[in-house]
């Protein structure tokens, strides 16, 4: 059957050079970032550095904070690359601890920026920031879920999504000061959390293992 169409054109495909110049002009940023700090970066310094016209950087992000949105996207897309054999059979916990951490592994690279890339969406003078932020955090607790392979539903899912972006908020917030080897003590926090050490999240994350349903298998009613 063919497919049905609308009267809505395709958007065209992006070019490698695209994707490429996309890449250096966060890249540039980011290393900019480490030796003037965030608040520092300035968009035409950036373009001088790439040797390109300001108006090339300004036609790919129309500010700094959307760098950091394209820098934060790379993290949700490195925890959503194949996970490791046997994950399936991991309880839920493991699953989402997994997730969490490959999360946070992928922004180690420039940890302090980071920090300084949220503080600077959350500044009193930034309100513009403030909204995109939310939905940007209910977007990461969604993919977190999808990665962790979570399938509850209704006021669980609610419950779990409320417990999800606590705890992501409480982790990150360890994260950013965290300067021991390896992370490690990010990891002992969201272990402790997951396994019950925390109220707020850890017992509404526990439940039993439920082996992800097959295509073939019909919805729990």
Same mark, same amino acid.
């Given at each position: 059957?063919?497919?049905?169409?609308?009267?809505?054109?395709a958007?065209? #495909?992006? !070019?490698?050079?695209?994707?490429?110049?996309?890449?250096?002009?966060?890249?540039?940023?980011?290393?900019? *970032?480490?030796?003037?700090g965030?608040?520092?970066?300035?968009?035409?310094?950036?373009?001088?550095?790439?040797?390109i016209?300001?108006?090339?950087?300004?036609?790919?992000?129309?500010?700094?904070?959307?760098?950091?949105?394209?820098?934060?996207?790379? !993290?949700?897309?490195?925890?959503?690359?194949?996970?490791?054999?046997?994950?399936?059979?991991?309880?839920?916990?493991?699953?989402?601890?997994?997730?969490?951490?490959?999360?946070?592994?992928?922004?180690?690279?420039?940890?302090?920026?980071?920090?300084?890339?949220?503080? *600077?969406?959350?500044?009193?003078?930034?309100?513009?920031?403030?909204?995109?932020?939310?939905?940007?955090?209910?977007?990461?607790?969604?993919?977190?879920?999808?990665?962790?392979?979570l399938? #509850?539903?209704?006021?669980?899912?609610?419950?779990?999504?409320? #417990?999800?972006?606590? %705890?992501?908020?409480?982790?990150?917030?360890v994260?950013?000061?965290?300067? !021991?080897?390896?992370?490690?003590?990010?990891?002992?926090?969201?272990?402790?959390? %997951?396994?019950?050490? !925390?109220?707020?999240?850890?017992?509404?994350?526990?439940?039993?293992?439920?082996?992800?349903?097959?295509?073939?298998?019909?919805?729990?009613?």
């Amino acid at each position: 059957m063919a497919r049905r169409t609308t009267g809505t054109p395709a958007a065209p #495909a992006r !070019s490698h050079a695209a994707d490429d110049l996309d890449h250096r002009i966060v890249e540039e940023t980011l290393a900019l *970032a480490e030796q003037v700090g965030w608040e520092g970066v300035r968009l035409h310094t950036v373009a001088e550095r790439l040797d390109i016209p300001l108006n090339a950087l300004a036609n790919r992000y129309r500010d700094l904070d959307a760098i950091a949105d394209a820098w934060l996207r790379r !993290s949700v897309a490195a925890m959503l690359a194949p996970m490791p054999a046997g994950f399936v059979e991991q309880p839920p916990n493991e699953r989402i601890e997994t997730a969490i951490v490959r999360f946070l592994d992928a922004l180690a690279p420039h940890r302090g920026v980071t920090a300084a890339m949220i503080a *600077a969406k959350l500044w009193p003078g930034h309100p513009h920031h403030w909204v995109p932020l939310v939905f940007n955090l209910s977007r990461t607790v969604h993919w977190i879920r999808e990665a962790a392979l979570l399938d #509850a539903r209704g006021v669980r899912r609610q419950m779990e999504e409320v #417990a999800l972006t606590a %705890l992501l908020v409480a982790t990150f917030a360890v994260w950013c000061r965290d300067r !021991s080897e390896g992370q490690d003590r990010t990891r002992r926090f969201l272990r402790r959390s %997951l396994v019950g050490g !925390s109220r707020c999240y850890g017992r509404l994350l526990r439940r039993r293992h439920i082996e992800p349903r097959r295509d073939d298998e019909p919805a729990a009613a």
